[in-house]
């Protein structure tokens, strides 16, 4: 295994006593999504842009402060806000590859909690907890080359990465590892790991911050190895990690959905 690949690991929680702030850029990480609503967009008489005809951009709800019934809309900012919202989640819909989510990932059971994720194993011997936070997890495979003028222009697939954290508990100890998604290609005839282990922990009861961890990337090396072998048999292995990244994508891009259609909501709400 590369030692190589281990270095400059991002710090886990459990190696922070503080609120962590995400040191990703979350400026414009849906820009390759909203360049299709832009290169898509038309003029029409009004001067206004549209995806859509006219009249599916009609009011349908009648107000008696006088606003003409646009949808309760009081203000120019809002009415473009719903018009832009309106064709961003139907572009966003029409992007999405799953419409439904698995229940159960190679034996682990999922559990959601607003952006928080759970995947658990339950056996006699031990139980094994695999959690995430979608939160500012997605950014782009690779960079794109966008040519305006191609008929169906390629974009970079967004996808989530988050780092993850392992539970192995047995009776009232837990053997904790916290993982992130490695960045790079693997070198030609050069195994590579899909995650490394960024910190591992055991402690008693609960974790607190006064629970010594190690950092993955001073480990000796072959204890390193033995540690992602000791994972995989588990089930934590390069192909689990995909299928996590996989449901990662897929679940946050609908909670991306459900943000606009909420903001939607809250901006016509009747005041």
Partial sequence: MNMLAKVFRVPSVKQLSVAVTPTKNIVGKRDFTRT???????????GTSSVFPKELLKPTISCSCGCAGSKHIHTKGERELVEFLTEEIVAEKKAQKKKTLPTDIDGFKVKLNGADVELTKQSDKEKIV???NVNHTVDAEDEAEIDPNADKPEFAEMR?????EID?????QTLSFTCSFLQGEAQEGEYNDVFGIDEITLFEGEWNDKCYAVAGDVLDGYLYDLLMNFLEEKGVSNEFAEKLSDFSTAYEHTAYISLLEG???FTIEKK
């Fill in 36 to 46: 299709i609503w832009y290169m898509c967009r038309s003029e029409n008489i009004n």
């Fill in 130 to 132: 695999v959690s995430f």
């Fill in 263 to 265: 903001i939607s909501k």
């Fill in 160 to 164: 989530s990465k988050p780092q993850f």
């Fill in 168 to 172: 192995i508990v047995r009776g009232s």
